[in-house]
C-alpha cells in the first residue's frame, strides 16, 4: 500500500496515515497493526492528522474538503 502522508501520536503510540485508496488508517505503532479504517472520502487522502488529546483524526481530500473521524479516548492498549 502507498501512502501519501503519515503522523505519529507518539504518547498513544498510534500512526495514521493517508493513501491513494480514498482511505485513512490508523495503526498500532508498536506492533504494526492495522486498528482502524476512515472510509467514506470520495478521492485520494492527501493529509491525516490527529488533533492534540488523539481523539480525532482530521483528513484532507479532494483539494480543500475536510472530514474529521472521532476515534473516543485514546487507549495506550490501541483498542477503542
Given amino acids: 500500500q502507498f501512502f501519501i502522508n503519515t503522523s ?6 498510534r500512526i ?3 493513501s491513494h485508496d ?4 490508523v495503526w498500532d505503532a508498536t506492533t504494526g497493526a492495522q486498528k482502524i479504517i476512515l ?8 493529509d491525516a492528522n490527529f488533533n492534540p488529546d488523539a481523539t480525532l483524526v482530521v483528513t ?8 474529521t473521524f472521532p476515534l473516543g479516548a485514546p487507549l495506550l492498549d490501541g483498542t477503542r
Fill in 8 to 13: 505519529l501520536n507518539a504518547p498513544d503510540r
Fill in 39 to 46: 472510509e467514506g472520502h470520495t478521492s485520494t487522502v492527501h
Fill in 22 to 25: 480514498q482511505t485513512a488508517r
Fill in 16 to 18: 495514521v496515515t493517508a
Fill in 60 to 67: 484532507k481530500f479532494s483539494r480543500s474538503i475536510r472530514a
